[in-house]
């Protein structure tokens, strides 16, 4: 008997259910402080930094449109971005350029889109990095899976 292969419906699927019960969120636990030789992962975590700071410049700019039911996604992306940046020490001291660039006009059907493609993302910079670090991003990264299929489809 052949195995049966999963649809990418049923892996989002798992993926949501995953991240609601892991509630979203990044991990409590202290990780050590990066040392020197963290280069690459120095690197990786500006990048995701400057990610998750124009996630939540997408998502504000809705809620301040008046879509005020997307203010508990954005909050996880704030709750992710604290989390990144207690693993940076003396982390970005100005905000990236992409964190100061005027937000384009957005809509859900974007910000879904944007969501999708950071989920995707992360699975490909899960290669290299430190168990705790790697652990991080995949929690990120499902709960970014997560949003794609609950954000709502109207304002």
Excluded: N, W
Excluded at 53 to 81: N, V
Excluded at 92 to 103: G, Y
């Amino acid at each position: 008997m052949r195995p049966r292969s999963l649809s990418r419906r049923a892996v989002l699927a798992g993926g949501a259910a995953a991240a609601a019960l892991s509630g979203c969120g990044a991990s409590d636990t202290p990780q050590p402080s990066p040392t020197p030789s963290d280069d690459p992962e120095r690197a990786l975590l500006r990048q995701l930094i400057a990610d998750k700071q124009h996630t939540i410049a997408l998502y504000s700019a809705l809620i301040a449109g008046g879509a005020t039911k997307l203010t508990p996604f954005r909050d996880r992306h704030q709750a992710h971005l604290d989390a990144l940046r207690k693993r940076l020490p003396g982390g970005p001291t100005t905000p990236s350029a992409s964190a100061t660039a005027p937000v384009p006009k957005t809509s859900l059907s974007r910000l879904r889109e944007a969501e999708r493609r950071s989920a995707a993302l992360r699975v490909r910079q899960l290669a290299g990095v430190s168990p705790q670090l790697a652990q991080l991003i995949a929690a990120i990264g499902a709960c970014e899976a997560a949003h794609v299929l609950a954000l709502p489809r109207s304002a």
